[in-house]
């Protein structure tokens, strides 16, 4: 199992860290290592994330993420996106955007930079709103109770997450009205834009997938509704904490996008702390294209395996990670952040939360039959 999860991980690994033996040297090796380790720390959080999106799609939109999606993860995010950067702060064409990438990285590299409060704003926002509307909703398994439980209750109010939101983006655009960390100027009319681009982003993309999603749900209920107890049917298959899989078409297309809007929000900070170790285009993006991979892969491991079953609280751990790193990209608009403490922030929440699953779960007698049973249903999906 875990050499069929991660065998292309681990082809590309030995692939990538030769071809960057043979290009660059020891150096350039030692380097894109380094950048994959970088990679994995700051977005193994992502993973849990997306497992729990991911298993609720069929196995056809599953190899669709693990194809397509890795080819705009690793192509798109990790390469094209910084050059697009670029070419629009600079008003550059893309082939002049690529050139100076080659010929000038140390320009190049201050381009980016100074596009920094908009990426930083965009994802901020898009990834604080998904953890407002994670701890405003009412769940069955709560792991920080105290802070769990007032605030599904004040989640009621529907709207309360994007005037959240909001707020926070109106303080970070007037405290960054002189930046000097990037570049200096008033830019908080492109941290607004951007931030408010992030919020209807997020608004579209998870509003529309949603709306599939429910209208597919309540499709299927209709049709189980005229079969028999016990008929094996064309409706989902269900996991052991009884949320519906299998989602296709529209709905698991939108989905789809959601997915990679938010593996898009998670590369920003990799992106941008991958300069702090080089301004080599190529090498960063095999060595984050690396780390994805692993990404990926972690991902399909935890839907294999019904991890987020087992070990309730990892998805709420998770999503304060989420939390905290949507926190800490809109406080680097103005200040340096060090991202060590981006990463092991992710890593910490989320071990904490796997401790008190295993906690819950021994203290409950679950660590055993239960969640082996509960694995081999989740290994079918």
Do not use: C
């Not at 990037?182 to 992030?198: C, E, F, N, Y």
């Not at 998805?315 to 304060?320: L, M, Q, V």
């Amino acid at each position: 199992m875990l050499l069929k999860t991660f065998g292309w991980s681990f082809a590309i690994t030995v692939l990538g860290l030769a071809l960057a033996g043979v290009l660059w040297g020891w150096q350039g090796l030692a380097i894109v290592g380094i950048l994959s380790i970088l990679e994995i720390s700051l977005s193994f959080d992502n993973a849990v994330i997306n497992a729990g999106i991911l298993r609720k799609m069929n196995a056809f939109w599953q190899k669709i993420f693990l194809t397509i999606g890795i080819l705009i993860a690793v192509f798109g995010m990790r390469l094209v996106f910084p050059v697009v950067i670029v070419a629009v702060t600079a008003k550059l064409g893309p082939i002049e955007a690529v050139n100076l990438a080659i010929s000038d990285k140390a320009q190049y590299q201050e381009l980016v930079t100074s596009a920094h409060p908009a990426i930083a704003s965009f994802g901020g926002i898009f990834l604080l709103m998904i953890f407002l509307d994670f701890i405003f909703e009412e769940r069955d398994y709560k792991w920080l109770s105290w802070i769990e439980k007032p605030m599904a209750k004040i989640g009621k109010l529907d709207t309360l997450s994007i005037i959240i939101a909001l707020v926070a983006l109106l303080v970070s655009a007037m405290t960054v009205a002189t930046s000097v960390a990037h570049g200096g100027g008033d830019k908080s009319a492109t941290v607004l834009l951007s931030g408010v681009a992030g919020l209807i982003t997020y608004l579209v993309v998870s509003g529309i997938s949603g709306f599939f999603e429910a209208k597919l749900e309540d499709e299927d209920e209709v049709e189980d509704g005229g079969e028999e107890a016990g008929e094996v049917a064309a409706a989902p298959a269900t996991k052991g904490n009884g949320s519906a899989v299998g989602l296709a078409g529209k709905a698991a297309f939108f989905m789809f996008l959601y997915l990679e809007v938010i593996d898009a929000s998670f590369s920003f900070d990799g992106v941008i702390s991958a300069f702090a170790i080089t301004n080599d285009i190529f090498m960063m993006a095999l060595g984050l294209g690396i780390g994805a991979m692993y990404i990926r892969s972690l991902t399909v491991f935890l839907v294999h395996k019904g991890t987020l079953d087992d070990y309730v609280y990892l998805e709420h751990g998770a999503h304060y990670a989420i939390g905290a790193l949507a926190v800490i990209l809109l406080i680097t608009i103005k200040y340096e952040v060090n991202e060590v403490i981006t990463g092991l922030v992710g890593v910490v929440l989320i071990a904490l939360s796997f401790t008190s699953s295993v906690i819950r779960n021994r203290r409950e007698g679950k660590s055993g039959g239960a969640s082996g049973e509960k694995s081999e249903v989740a290994s079918g999906v």
